[in-house]
């Protein structure tokens, strides 16, 4: 690498308890080189690493013989917030 390349490394892990006093654990780490030398090419680069090494990572845990695992590591459907009331003393305790 000469000086004016830019460089992007990034790693992601996580760890999942299994419901059974086990944990269950993957990690990525990707790299990529520039060629040149931009630091916002560089960043918005290192952006995207990192979102397809948690893709990466929830993707492998989804295939967990544990099923709090896969809970763990599957988005939910949650319902959508209502609006808030005008008056914080409204809100529900």
Sequence with gaps: MNELESRARVT????????NYGTEAAEVSLEWDSGIDDVEDTLKNAAALLVEARRLVHDELRK?????VRD????????????????????PL
């Design 72 to 91: 763990a590591v599957t988005p939910s459907e949650l319902p959508e917030a209502g609006p808030e009331p005008a008056d914080p003393e409204d809100l």
């Design 12 to 19: 992601f892990r996580k760890q999942v308890s299994d419901g």
């Design 64 to 68: 967990s013989p544990a099923w709090r």
